[in-house]
Nanobody, 120 residues
Framework: QVQLVESGGGLVQPGGSLRLSCAAS????????MGWYRQAPGKQRELVAD???????RYADSVKGRFTISRTNAKNTVYLQMNSLKPEDTAVYYC??????????????WGQGTQVTVSS
């Protein structure tokens, strides 16, 4: 009923930048929180950043000052601008959203993930 499609991952050198995008589609009444998580090999999935429909944001300490999350509510799209990338940012990045569907309440949805590799 709801699909999240990510784009923008890839290979970048240390110090470089990437911008991830995630578009939600389907039977959407509203989206409260949209966010980005990441999972590196052998590690647990962790929150990178999220943003409410009102624009409130929070970030993992490891990315503060380097990453910026934003969203376009009219397009049900969330972005993650990643600057000053480090090798330790290498991971699969997942988009997540808390979506309200009319008559069905709110549920959490995940994208399929996009690989970000930071390496020289």
């Amino acid at each position: 009923q709801v699909q999240l499609v990510e784009s923008g991952g890839g290979l970048v050198q240390p110090g470089g930048s990437l911008r991830l995008s995630c578009a939600a589609s389907g039977s959407i009444f509203s989206i409260n929180i949209m966010g980005w998580y990441r999972q590196a090999p052998g590690k647990q999935r962790e929150l990178v950043a999220d943003i409410t429909s009102g624009g409130g944001t929070r970030y993992a300490d490891s990315v503060k000052g380097r990453f910026t999350i934003s969203r376009t509510n009219a397009k049900n799209t969330v972005y993650l601008q990643m600057n000053s990338l480090k090798p330790e940012d290498t991971a699969v990045y997942y988009c997540a959203a808390t979506v309200t569907i009319l008559g069905q309440g709110s549920h959490n949805y995940w994208g399929q993930g996009t690989q970000v590799t930071v390496s020289s």
